[in-house]
């Protein structure tokens, strides 16, 4: 079966016949990182998939590293607090240079409505 | 795998909920996360004109998407970073995305703000692109919002890019980043606008299902200048985790938010003043955006 992968682009032959867990083991992705997409549609880490299938792994990171031998190890040097794009952390200022004051410093934080649990999630995920 | 309330066959499956779904039970369970963390927060109201900041990657499309099926009145915002192709294809995702929704959208070129695009900004500052890069940012989406009339700015920070910014301020104690990190930021000074994010529920992966799922053509490469990021490491770190113990991001996040991040408050709030030069709020004379600007032109 044909697995397409990203970041960059490319595709990989693998034997079908068997659970998508099992195709993400053997390349060694985790499966919380990638989307499986068969067609036009997702499907789940226990569906099987044949030899005539085609699937994509995309990855759903921001920067789009997926951890695996099946990709290409990420340029090294030019480690930053700060992320491009979606994930917006603060930036860490090099030890020693003057910090730049940012837009938001120093606000008080807003409290969320009183009386509520939070953080709770749906299902009893023990 | 079957979904967990109507029992037809599962597309995604939600581990730290013990859950699976189907495609309409999904995007029902996605909205209703959004709704939450609005309600919650109190973020913004169907009255209010909402800016939302917009990249052309999944998190930001998929934020703008909720937002107008929930009915608010809302504006996109793209920052033209002028990252070669990615920035090119990024800005035709945004006006594609605008364009089919009959939403507006207003872009704003950083080289013309800054006076170089990010990858001169770069070499010019020598530091890591993401620093000159976020601190632009930030500032433009206040600016902008503050010069048009919006009262909020909301961004489509996710559960991942949360739970991994926490790390990397809890692994060099950045005890006075702590108490920043909120899915919801006060307007605290007459010239700041208040900054959300109603995504902060959701993980990066449940935005990219629902990303795909409503067919959002958003772009699936990233940044070229994102490759080795710490925060990038970070999530990589953080996922590992979810994969043993699923909930352990969301339980890092949300156990900070209730119960921890209080500790952090400072007793004295930090003096804010409006820089000499453009009148935005800074806490020295002159703000990080304008002495950035002028290092640019002193080099160009």
């Known amino acids: 079966m044909k697995v397409i992968l990203r970041n960059p682009k490319r595709e990989v032959q693998v034997a079908g016949g068997r659970r998508v867990k099992d195709v993400l083991r053997e390349l060694e992705i985790i499966p919380e990182t990638v989307l499986v997409i068969r067609g036009d549609t997702l499907v789940t ?21 997926v951890s695996g031998r099946a990709q290409p190890q990420p340029a090294t040097g030019e480690a930053s607090g700060e992320m491009i794009g979606d994930g917006r952390a603060q930036p860490q200022p090099a030890a020693g240079e003057a910090s730049g004051e940012m837009i938001g410093d120093g606000r008080a934080q807003p409290q969320p409505a009183a009386g509520e649990a939070s953080g709770e999630m749906i299902g009893d995920a023990s | 795998m079957k979904c967990r309330k109507c029992g037809r066959g599962a597309v995604i499956e939600l581990r730290r909920h013990n859950a699976a779904f189907c495609e309409p039970d999904f995007v029902e369970f996605f909205r209703n996360q959004v709704r939450e963390a609005i309600r919650k927060h109190r973020m913004f109201t169907p009255e209010e004109a909402v800016l939302v900041a917009v990249s052309g990657g999944k998190d930001s499309l998929a934020l703008w998407e909720v937002l107008i099926e929930e009915g ?24 594609k995305f605008a364009t089919a929704h009959g939403v507006p959208l207003i872009v704003t070129a950083v080289a013309e703000e800054v006076g170089a695009p990010v990858p001169i900004i770069k070499t010019v500052t020598r530091r ?29 920070h996710n559960l991942d890019d949360e739970a991994a910014t926490l790390f990397g301020s809890v692994m060099h104690w950045q005890t006075d980043a702590l108490p920043r990190q909120s899915p919801a930021l006060a307007a605290t000074h007459p010239k700041l606008v208040r900054r959300v994010k109603p995504l902060y529920r959701l993980s990066e992966r449940e935005t990219a299902a629902y990303a795909f799922l409503r067919r959002i053509d958003y772009i699936v490469e990233e940044c070229p200048f994102a490759a080795g990021a710490t925060s990038i490491a970070h999530k990589e770190i953080l996922s590992r985790m979810e994969e043993a113990s699923p909930g352990a991001k969301h339980n890092f996040l949300f156990g900070f938010l209730d119960r921890a991040r209080a500790a952090f408050e400072r007793v004295e709030a930090v003096a804010l003043q409006e820089c000499a030069r453009c009148g935005q709020v800074t806490t020295g004379t002159v703000c990080a955006f304008c002495k950035l600007a002028d290092q640019v032109k002193r080099a160009t």
């Open chain 1, 45 to 65: 880490a226990d569906q099987m998939v044949t030899d005539d299938d085609t699937i994509e792994l995309r990855p759903v990171m921001s920067g789009g590293s």
């Open chain 2, 72 to 95: 608010y009145q809302t504006t996109g915002l793209y920052l033209d970073l002028g990252i070669f192709d990615y920035s090119i294809e990024s800005k035709a995702r945004c006006e």
């Open chain 2, 128 to 156: 890591p692109p993401c620093s000159g890069c976020g601190l632009s940012k930030r500032y433009l989406m206040n600016r902008v919002a503050l010069e048009r009339g919006f009262p909020v700015v909301a961004t489509g």
